[in-house]
């Protein structure tokens, strides 16, 4: 999953924050200073996606995700209304 695109979209509309980035070369991904509160980690902004997972983060904590078939789409969906 080299150079994949990533999407951190606030689930709270009072976020205004959007982040995004690319996966490095070994599909490695870190988004730095995030403002706390619940997220949706998608692949796709538009069109069927590879992942769509709620993610919540707190006040200076470090979440690890790996991102696998396993919890894909067809196997997790946290945003099956999306």
Excluded: C, I
């Excluded at 980035?21 to 870190?30: S, V």
């Amino acid at each position: 999953m080299a150079r994949l695109q990533l999407f951190l979209v606030p689930e709270n509309q009072d976020l205004k924050e959007r982040y995004h980035l690319r996966t490095d070369e070994e599909g490695n991904f870190k988004f730095p200073d995030v403002v706390p509160g619940p997220y949706k980690l998608t692949n796709r902004v538009a069109g069927r996606p590879t992942w769509r997972l709620r993610v919540d983060l707190k006040g200076s904590e470090v979440k690890v995700l790996e991102l696998t078939p396993a919890n894909g789409v067809d196997s997790q969906d946290d945003f099956p209304e999306s």
